[in-house]
């Protein structure tokens, strides 16, 4: 979050400001409101990412659009009138969103929010409670001034808050992302929140994005053609449309695409004088915006609760079950065949002087001997049968509906399957053995995979006393 605020960025800053308040104020459709105001997201993402010092811009770009405002309405405001009003309208909307900001920031250098889940709650909610205090002041400093009338304090008042909440909520993400462009913070964001840049072909989002705006245009030209406001709530269903690109792109377009989404809805307002129902159309923006934001939030959780259940249920080499999870999975299967009364036979593959290959050459090579047998085992296995990794050379395959003799059958194919298996840099042939046993009736986990290794290493003794033997 420590980043440097270097005089460019800064005058850069307080022009952009500048040309987004004219934007909006060439966009109003009632006296100080607009659809959204974009200011408002420059502002908190300043502040967000470079602290107190952000507020420079935003103060001086105050001042700038407060004479401007003096000088197109030809107020004349003697110079102590004119501080006091463009202080008091600055002082208003800085302190409001320096308050969110800040404890954002705050909130994600000291770790309380980490996940990229937990920071867009964060984000939302404090853009909601800021966005209303700007309102709120904002209010108060054209009430005072006597721009306003407190008469429409209440609908003004209303208005202003969902203009200037969409402001924030909509383009906070982008002009973050564009002011951390191509600096170290940038992808260190994007490997801490684990957000992808991978991004489809560009053709297919210019298609999302046009069917969006298609759609959008339709519901606008209703409006327009019915004169009637309640027609303006079908804007509500492009949330599916933008829940198709928010699931099907990455982040930042996805967040590229809510911006040009807002952007037209402001246009077809403005261009078709729908003024009774920009209220709803601000609304739409503001859910949809929250939409798409929990959008991105639930695949990155799933996706982070399958990759933990992942480590926590598999062998970080071979990807088959270990032993933990294995033992967990028989310990149901036998419950199951108890309750059934099916067989279930207990198999295990050892993979001899093991040590010695890595102690040879190398536990590089003795991994790929790993990864090349559980391959290979797994190739036979039917979908009700579960193999794990049980120790460093040897794997466990439990087999529900197995009689012994077609588990032993199955045993010997595998055996010979695996007696094939050439690793490069391996200059001797792979010796495996198995031991295969079924399970008696109420016989624990435990007392199974015991009999089954006790099984093997009889095996193996037999097999080592006859080669003594032959000698």
Known sequence: MEQQLSWLRGIVICIAWVLLWRVSFVLEYAPFTSIWYPP????????VLYGWRGMVPVIVASYITAFWIDAMYGLDSDLLAWFFNSTSSTLAHVFS????????????????????????????????????????FGIQVLISAGTLSIFNLYNDWLLRWVGDMVGVLVLTPLFLALLVWKTPMYSAWLRRLRISTQPAPIYRYAMKVTVNLTLLLCFIVLSWWFENPDVAFGVFFLVIPQMWIAYTENALRAVLSLTIFCVAIALGVALFSLDESAIIYQFAVSVIAITVYYGLAVPLMLSQSQNLQYQTQNDHLTGVANRSYFLDSAEEEFERSYRNEFPVCLLVFDICHFRAINNNYGHMV???VLVQVSKCLQTELRQSDIIGRVSSNSFMLLMPALPLDSAKRFAEQ?????????????????NVKYSVIEIKPNES?????????????????????YSRTLR
């Open 40 to 47: 408002a997201g420059l502002s908190f993402a300043a502040i």
């Open 97 to 136: 969103y320096a308050v969110g900001a800040l404890f954002l920031r705050q909130f994600i250098r000291m770790h309380v929010i980490r996940t990229l889940p937990a920071i867009i709650l964060g984000f939302l909610a404090l853009g909601f409670i800021t966005s209303l205090l700007a309102s709120f």
């Open 366 to 368: 003795g991994d790929e």
């Open 414 to 430: 595998m055996l010979l399957k695996l007696s094939y298996i050439n690793i490069e840099r391996l200059k001797e042939p792979l």
């Open 445 to 465: 986990v435990d007392n199974a995979v015991q009999r089954v290794s006790e099984s093997l290493h009889q095996k193996k003794a037999k097999e080592n006393i």
